[in-house]
């Protein structure tokens, strides 16, 4: 299978954990809970081995010569963002209401409003400007107290640990905490915001998510 082939299945796949992580945030039935963690389980393998083979095939001697993947996505021309109301609340220091601007805006960007959430595969093609945009407003009205580039700098502080970096930034405090437990001020730890970009706080998404994001050489 050439590489464009094993990159778009593993953004296949990558898409199929997304949902079926989001899934398992939402049902309470023990049953459902299951039968969607053997479907998460395998969607994990399915993406370890594609991964291997696509390491493979970097390491090619005559990697050169392949055709280069292509990533384009139906997202919003970057023309079409309007960070005017992400700007306001932050410069009011509306935290709460600028979090959930972001996320708007994260969504519309990446052509996602429909589905309501973001997937991996998103994440990594989410357009250059609008990422540090986003990052740079954050950075410059918290102080560079919150932002993503704070958030990869602590991040990389706790070895990329999900675990430590969630409780960092106060995600976790001897427990994982829900939405409405976020710290929505200055007084939160550093890096605490933006929080995770997910309609429903979940650990396991979240870290998947974060993965994705911080790996991006661009914040």
Same mark, same amino acid.
């Given at each position: 299978?050439? @590489?464009?082939? $094993?990159?778009? %299945?593993? /953004?296949?796949? !990558?898409?199929? #954990?997304?949902?079926?992580?989001?899934?398992?945030?939402?049902?309470?039935?023990?049953?459902?809970?299951?039968?969607?963690?053997?479907?998460?389980?395998?969607?994990?393998?399915?993406?370890?081995?594609?991964?291997?083979?696509?390491?493979?095939?970097?390491?090619?001697?005559?990697?050169?010569?392949?055709?280069?993947?292509?990533?384009?996505?139906?997202?919003?021309?970057?023309?079409?963002?309007?960070?005017?109301?992400?700007?306001?609340?932050?410069?009011?220091?509306?935290?709460?209401?600028?979090?959930?601007?972001?996320? @708007?805006?994260? $969504?519309?960007? %990446?052509? /996602?409003?429909? !589905?309501?959430? #973001?997937?991996?595969?998103?994440?990594?093609?989410?357009?250059?400007?609008?990422?540090?945009?986003?990052?740079?407003?954050?950075?410059?009205?918290?102080?560079?107290?919150?932002?993503?580039?704070?958030?990869?700098?602590?991040?990389?502080?706790?070895?990329?640990?999900?675990?430590?970096?969630?409780?960092?930034?106060?995600?976790?405090?001897?427990?994982?905490?829900?939405?409405?437990?976020?710290?929505?001020?200055?007084?939160?730890?550093?890096?605490?915001?933006?929080?995770?970009?997910?309609?429903?706080?979940?650990?396991?998404?979240?870290?998947?998510?974060?993965?994705?994001?911080?790996?991006?050489?661009?914040?």
């Amino acid at each position: 299978m050439s @590489r464009e082939n $094993l990159e778009k %299945a593993l /953004r296949n796949w !990558q898409e199929k #954990l997304a949902h079926y992580e989001y899934e398992l945030s939402l049902t309470s039935s023990p049953e459902t809970k299951f039968e969607l963690k053997k479907k998460i389980q395998e969607c994990e393998q399915k993406i370890e081995r594609l991964n291997k083979k696509i390491n493979l095939i970097n390491r090619e001697p005559f990697d050169d010569v392949l055709e280069p993947v292509t990533t384009s996505s139906p997202q919003h021309d970057e023309r079409d963002i309007d960070y005017t109301q992400l700007r306001h609340l932050l410069a009011t220091g509306e935290w709460k209401a600028a979090d959930q601007e972001t996320f @708007r805006v994260m $969504l519309k960007a %990446a052509d /996602r409003e429909e !589905q309501g959430y #973001l997937t991996n595969a998103d994440l990594s093609k989410l357009s250059h400007q609008v990422l540090c945009t986003v990052n740079q407003l954050w950075l410059e009205y918290s102080s560079s107290h919150f932002g993503f580039s704070i958030q990869k700098q602590i991040w990389q502080e706790a070895e990329q640990d999900y675990r430590k970096f969630s409780v960092a930034v106060g995600w976790n405090r001897d427990g994982w905490i829900s939405y409405e437990d976020f710290t929505f001020s200055l007084n939160a730890p550093r890096g605490h915001l933006p929080s995770p970009p997910l309609l429903v706080y979940n650990p396991s998404s979240a870290e998947s998510l974060y993965r994705s994001l911080f790996s991006r050489q661009d914040i």
